[in-house]
């Protein structure tokens, strides 16, 4: 409960707040497991975190031997996996206290795979084409705070793109008001604006069933509640015309050879 108060003050100054390294180095220091970089309900967590690696598995698989950029890393969870499906892994996060624990946790098994770098998308220097994927999970939807930056960040992931490479996003696109995080465009405004750099739509769908969402995501309920309640919602999505009804929209693009 005290989590929610404290999101509910935080979404008042999510405009401030959310674009800071500072914001996300507190949450960082002051949370604990998954939490850190994602909702404060750590079995909803583990839910909507193994459901985003089997997509990840499955959309741009295989992915051995792959070079992989993962946009807002926050502790690696996704650079992590990623590493161990045999790609090499560049995990960049603007806030230094979740690069270094991301760094603290790295798993043996994926020493030498991974290179977590702290830094800002719209700064940090990377060479251009130099990725077969890049992915943006529940962070450009946070960070894209006016068109300027929405045009120029979707520019700049479709020039770290490697021609014939995949661009893969998991981010909650919303243009209502209750929904949206700080970008508020709609869905059709972000694939016209990857079709304008290149990139065209091979694949979408949407997970996190909302109406379960809102509460499960703060409500710390036990797993045997949790669960249960995530995959009905997840077969609910999966129903004709249900999927408006999706928190998160996952969309592939595929950047055109030269
Ligand atoms: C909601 S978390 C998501 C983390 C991770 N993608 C995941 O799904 O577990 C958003 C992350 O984006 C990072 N971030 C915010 N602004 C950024 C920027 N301009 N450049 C790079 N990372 C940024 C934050 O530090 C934070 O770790």
Known sequence: MIRFTELIKDRLKKYELYNKKEYWDKRTLQRKGLA??????????????????????????PLDGLIVLDLGCGIGRISTYLASCGAHVT??????????????????NVKGKIQY????????ELQKESFD????IAMLTII?????????GIERICQLTKPGGKILLIEPI?????????????????????????????N???????????????????LVITKPLFLIGEFILKLPFMDWFSDYKVLLFRKKNN
């Open 133 to 136: 994927i890049v992915l943006g």
């Open 174 to 202: 919303h243009s209502i008001w209750f929904l949206k995080r700080i970008c508020g465009f709609k869905l059709q405004r972000w694939i016209l604006e990857f079709e304008k750099n290149g990139a065209m739509l091979s």
């Open 91 to 108: 995990g960049l996060d603007i806030s230094p206290a979740t690069i270094k624990a991301a760094e603290r946790e790295i798993l043996p």
């Open 204 to 222: 979408r769908t949407g997970l996190a069933f909302y109406p379960f969402r809102i509460f499960l995501a703060f409500l710390n309920l036990p």
């Open 36 to 61: 850190r970089s994602m909702w404060s309900s750590n079995n909803y967590n583990s839910c909507l975190d193994a459901l985003e690696k089997k997509i990840i598995y499955n959309y741009p698989a």
């Open 144 to 152: 894209f705070s006016n068109k300027e930056r929405f045009e120029k």
């Open 117 to 124: 770098i702290s830094g800002d998308l719209f700064t940090k």
